[in-house]
């Protein structure tokens, strides 16, 4: 879109007076663009865009140079009416409940449409100069880009993707808006002052959510771009949904029990776990043939003196019930058959220094050392059709329409970013939304072969990822206790961020000895949380581990591999988890259709308890049940908080709490504890009541 001249109205000279140029009784105000409206501000080279962009938002844009449509999440303008008025030295634009006023020196504050309240204030960086926008040149018609607002005392702040960092709140912090291994970077904050922000920007740079200041750096971009929501926790996420992307529903196999391990190294080897857990009657939806399973490294194809015939390995599967994924990694070694063809095509990300082609190193079939390996580039569409027609031709066409996308953030090495060069842009602009490109080549692939369900396993996620059916679990984290606490905050903000399909590798990637007390124990209190997770998934390099290579494989992984007394609990959990199906594909209809995450903060349903919003180590699943995982050792009971408002029933003592208060509740091995609100619609009974209970 380009802007019109600005026109030019007679008016009284004290309704506008320094906010636009004036001449004699002539005022100009600001253009609009065809038939949308937007309030317009400039200064010398400054530009400053601010238009309604879905139900109550507003996206702003700054810049030195010309707008930029379609870089970051932000893609079609949704269908939003707003209204401007220019009043003495200032002017506003209101889209339904917020409302931006813009000063003489451009500064922004949102309020509350109804009470005038502020939600966000852009703050000044300096009492001169800067302002709250700062564009420093980095050469070449781009710019270290800032902008500041103001910082609240009592503010919390959440979502930001998924972390390590084990913080749900996350005022304070610092943070790199980077893409790494268990390092998810989505620039969306939901506020409890009432507002969601989305940074709509994939560059490389910074959050610094600090006491005096809050402050967004992107290393070198072209246009500061943001967009703003007021409302309701519940009302925040379905905007966001809006304006990003609704995640399709997730297909009603998808919701159960999805078996892996580091690794099954041939055909036999796999089919006998699927054929084991047939024979012992637990519930399987999906096993998992991880990496190394190729040729060599950018194949994409069976190994055939590993996997020496996979439709008789798909057709066996499908008879039980169970289907197939398989890894594929978005590098591409020296040695593959594909390395040529797509470097000769341009279908590599560029480097802008150095041998072109090479990202990082990795050991391959075939070879007595490391080789280096590309990324192809995602953000180019004809590197994505050349990617998705390889799995097409070497996986898909034995009916495997499941792919795990490992390594997408992409795992370069070193990270020089700097050195990169995109389709979509030079990688410190652009690379950290790579990995919804990536998930994209699958989506689109998959639904021009006529699918209408695609569920694609990522290890890293942008803004929007949802909308290409990504599953994002929480990367190679700890097999540890203190790494399962990390969990329950890493997976209630990557919910809130927009990504409702997300799990953990139960029981940690790193280590784990399936012989010791200790780590069995944390077995089975992961297990009770992955069951309360939106998708439910084992994985891990269990002990004893091996070095990296084409022939390596963990340890044992299957749930009968943890001695009788985890097993026994381990499968009544799966049972459970097949009994709550039918709720849990609720709630993934509730997320596809309004953009409610599944698992969400007591807040979430409870914003108006300011308990609530302290709690950290409790969740909702769905609006009806509330979970309190346990993630210390030794643990037989914990302290919980049933929100204000409903009475809640144990779901295995059926014992009744009113809500509002603190209670302590028994968490022997087998159980952690669950609770379920009054009036729960649509959700079948946990656990039968005991023999003694006259509960119901």
């Not at 990270?415 to 919804?436: F, I, Q, T």
Request: charged fraction near 20%; charge should be negative.
């Amino acid at each position: 879109m380009a802007l019109r001249s600005p026109a030019t109205i007679k008016q009284p000279k004290d309704t506008v007076t320094s906010i636009f140029p004036q001449a004699d009784d002539e005022i100009a105000v600001p253009s609009f663009i065809d038939d949308d409206q937007a309030l317009i501000w400039r200064s010398g080279p400054e530009l400053v865009r601010i238009e309604p962009w879905g139900q109550d938002s507003l996206r702003v844009r700054a810049t030195l140079n010309a707008l930029l449509e379609g870089h970051g999440a932000l893609t079609a303008q949704p269908s939003a009416r707003a209204v401007v008025k220019y009043e003495g030295d200032s002017a506003m634009i209101t889209a339904g409940a917020i409302t931006a006023m813009v000063d003489a020196s451009g500064h922004i504050r949102f309020l509350r449409t109804d009470s005038g309240a502020e939600l966000l204030a852009e703050k000044p960086i300096h009492f001169w100069w800067p302002g709250p926008r700062n564009f420093t040149a980095t050469g070449n018609g781009y710019q270290q880009l800032e902008q500041s607002f103001a910082a609240y005392e009592d503010e919390r702040l959440f979502g930001l993707g998924q972390h390590t960092h084990g913080r749900l709140d996350q005022k304070g912090i610092v943070l790199d808006l980077v893409q790494r291994n268990a390092e998810v970077s989505i620039p969306f904050l939901l506020s409890n002052r009432g507002y969601g922000f989305l940074w709509n920007n994939p560059a490389i740079g910074r959050v610094e959510l600090g006491r005096t200041a809050t402050r967004w750096v992107s290393d070198s971009s072209r246009q500061i771009d943001y967009w703003v929501t007021a409302g309701s926790p519940e009302q925040i996420t379905a905007r966001y949904a809006e304006v990003t992307g609704h995640a399709p529903m997730l297909p009603s196999w998808a919701a159960g029990f999805w078996q892996s391990k580091l690794r099954y190294r041939t055909q036999d080897e796999l089919l006998e776990v699927a054929r084991e857990y047939h024979r012992r009657g637990l519930p399987l939806s999906v096993i998992v043939v991880d990496f190394f399973h190729w040729t060599q490294l950018g194949d994409w194809r069976f190994e055939p003196s590993e996997w020496p015939d996979p439709q008789a390995m798909v057709d066996e599967l499908s008879a039980l019930g169970v289907r197939l994924m398989v890894s594929v990694w978005p590098s591409v070694s020296v040695m593959s058959s594909n390395y040529q063809p797509m470097l000769n095509a341009g279908h590599f990300i560029a480097n802008e220094r150095g041998a072109p082609g090479h990202h990082s190193d990795w050991p391959d079939r075939h070879a007595s050392t490391r080789l280096p390996v590309a990324f192809y580039d995602a953000s180019n569409a004809d590197a994505r059709e050349y990617v998705w027609d390889q799995l097409y031709a070497n996986y898909y066409a034995y009916g495997i329409k499941l792919f795990w996308l490992d390594a997408c953030e992409p795992e370069l090495r070193p990270g020089h970013v700097d050195n990169l060069r995109l389709a979509g842009g030079p990688g410190r602009e652009s690379l950290n939304r790579y990995p919804a490109d990536h998930a994209r080549m699958i989506y689109d692939g998959m639904r021009a072969a006529g699918e209408e369900h695609v569920v694609t396993l990522v290890r890293s996620a942008w803004a929007g990822s949802q909308q290409w059916g990504a599953f994002l679990w929480s990367g190679d984290i700890p097999a540890t206790f203190l790494s399962l606490a990390a969990q329950v905050r890493a997976g209630l903000n990557a919910g809130l961020s927009g990504i409702p399909w997300w799990s953990t590798d139960i029981g940690g990637f790193h280590g784990g000895d399936p012989s010791d007390p200790e780590y069995r124990e944390l077995i089975v209190r992961w297990f009770q949380y992955g069951m309360w997770c939106p998708l439910f998934r084992l994985h891990g390099d269990r002990l004893p581990r091996s070095p990296l290579s084409q022939t390596m494989s963990g340890g044992p992984n299957e749930v009968w591999s943890y001695g009788e007394e985890v097993y026994a609990i381990v499968a009544e959990i799966l049972q459970l988890r097949e009994r709550m199906k039918p709720y849990v594909l609720e709630q993934m209809a509730s997320a596809a259709e309004r953009g409610a995450p599944p698992m969400r903060p007591l807040w979430f349903d409870f914003p108006d308890d300011a308990t609530a919003w302290t709690i950290e180590d409790q969740y909702m699943f769905g609006p009806s049940v509330l979970v309190a995982p346990v993630t210390s050792f030794g643990a037989r009971s914990r302290d919980l908080y049933l929100p204000e408002g409903p009475v809640w029933t144990d779901a295995y003592s059926h014992e009744h709490t009113s809500g509002g208060q603190w209670t302590t509740v028994d968490a022997p091995l087998e159980r952690i504890p669950i609770f379920v609100r009054d009036g729960a619609v649509g959700l079948p009974p946990l656990y039968p009541a005991p023999a003694s209970s006259e509960g119901g």
